[in-house]
């Protein structure tokens, strides 16, 4: 997984963990430096890509379309995108490619669904047409086989919402973990609160076995299920001090190294047995 931006070693100073490459194939009819057209088809070379077996075996490609419009009155025309374009998204699809060897790794999609986002925010939702990442629709191609059904789950949204963050590094916990909790506690309090089947048909914890830890500041690092939690839980109200988070193996708030090696010893679900329909489940 690669961030917007280059993670750094702070003690080395040596880039640890390259940045992801987006790239505008064609902008206002223009085919972009460094595309080019054979046989129909738009080509475009990346960098050479960090592969390696483990967590760094799959590689991933994110394509999206959209137009820019404007709208004057009731009259609504396409237009070239300016500073600040509105867009509609047309279509999106995901390419994936896997190390020499290995078959592709997936994300998880048995945890949230786009069907549950839907139930609220409509059938046509579409996200992030007010940013400059439009193009992104959860169609049926999003989607991935799950025990012979078709699932789209929320996994592409990691090509941006990484455990690096977005394009702040963290500080706008930009994650995809922590990302829909903060938004919809800030923005949905009332609808969303505590209810967790909201969104969730499922948890799956597990899958914290295999993540490093998720950037909760600017280049500062925690470990992943405590950053899950306090995405919705502030530190003043969470009921443990920062000291005996601490003490059940957690690490807040530190550089990439650090937070890294230490990622794995959280003993958090010895006694917190979190299900959809009640997450305050304590058994110690
Ligand atoms: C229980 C209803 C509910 C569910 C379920 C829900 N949302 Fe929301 N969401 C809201 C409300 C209400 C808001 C705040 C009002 C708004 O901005 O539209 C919101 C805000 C958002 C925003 C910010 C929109 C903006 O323009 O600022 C995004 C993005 C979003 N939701 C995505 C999702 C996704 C993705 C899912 C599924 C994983 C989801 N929501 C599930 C109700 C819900
Ligand atoms: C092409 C990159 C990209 C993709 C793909 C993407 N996002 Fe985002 N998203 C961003 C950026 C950049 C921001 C703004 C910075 C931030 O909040 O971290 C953002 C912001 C958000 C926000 C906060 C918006 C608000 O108004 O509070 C939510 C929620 C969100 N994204 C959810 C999603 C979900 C869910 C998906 C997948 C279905 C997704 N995003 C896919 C780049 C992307
Ligand atoms: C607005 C939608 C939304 C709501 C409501 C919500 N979550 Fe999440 N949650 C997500 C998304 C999206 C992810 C990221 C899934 C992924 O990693 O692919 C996630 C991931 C998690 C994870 C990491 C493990 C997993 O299953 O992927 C935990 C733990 C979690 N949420 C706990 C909670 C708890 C506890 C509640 C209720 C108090 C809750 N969530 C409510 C959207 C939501
Ligand atoms: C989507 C937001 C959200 C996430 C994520 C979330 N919580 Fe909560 N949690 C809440 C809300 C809101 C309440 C209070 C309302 C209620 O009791 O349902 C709460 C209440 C609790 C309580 C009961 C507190 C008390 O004093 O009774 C516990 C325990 C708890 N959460 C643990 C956790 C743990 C552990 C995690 C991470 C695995 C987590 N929560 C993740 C929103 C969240
Ligand atoms: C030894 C058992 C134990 C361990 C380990 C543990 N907790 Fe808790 N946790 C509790 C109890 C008991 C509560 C109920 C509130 C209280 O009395 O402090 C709680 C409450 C919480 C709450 C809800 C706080 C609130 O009142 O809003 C969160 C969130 C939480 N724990 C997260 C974590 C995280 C993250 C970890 C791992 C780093 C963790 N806990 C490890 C026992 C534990």
């Known amino acids: 997984m690669m961030g917007y931006n280059p993670v750094i070693d702070i003690n080395t100073g040596k880039e640890v963990v390259p940045s992801k490459e987006p790239k505008n194939l064609i902008m206002n009819g223009q085919i972009q430096a460094g595309v080019t057209l054979t046989d129909n088809k738009l080509v475009f070379t990346t960098k050479v890509l960090p592969f390696a077996q483990g967590d760094a075996d799959t590689a991933f490609t994110l394509i999206g379309t959209a137009m ?31 190390f020499a060897g290995e078959t592709v790794s997936k994300r998880h999609v048995d ?25 992104f629709v959860m169609n049926d191609s999003m989607g991935q086989i799950v025990n012979d059904k078709l699932e789209v789950g929320v996994d592409s ?13 963290g500080a706008n916990k930009g994650a995809l973990e922590m990302k829909l909790h903060k938004t919809h506690m800030e923005k949905a309090y009332s609808l969303v609160g505590g209810d967790c089947s909201q969104c969730h048909v499922d948890f799956n914890l597990n899958a914290f076995k295999d993540k490093g830890p998720l950037a909760t500041e600017a280049n500062l690092y925690t470990s992943p299920i405590t950053a899950t939690c306090t995405s919705c ?43 959809i329909t009640d997450h305050r489940i304590i058994r110690m």
Do not use: R, W
């Open 233 to 275: 839980h502030k530190p003043e109200y969470m009921g443990h001090t920062p000291e005996q988070l601490e003490s059940f193996g957690a690490v807040i708030a530190k550089d990439f190294m650090t937070a890294k090696e230490n990622s794995q010893s959280e003993t958090c679900f010895t006694c917190h047995k979190p299900t």
């Open 111 to 135: 945890s949230v669904t786009f069907d549950t986002c839907v139930e609220c925010h409509g059938k046509d939702f579409v996200l992030h047409n007010k940013y400059g990442h439009p193009g």
């Open 157 to 169: 949204c990691v090509s941006c919402h990484t455990p690096y963050g977005t394009y702040a590094s």
């Open 68 to 98: 820019c419009y404007d709208q004057i009155g009731q009259d609504v025309a396409f237009a070239n995108c300016t500073e600040e374009p509105q867009f509609v998204s047309l279509n999106s699809s995901q390419v994936f490619a896997a």
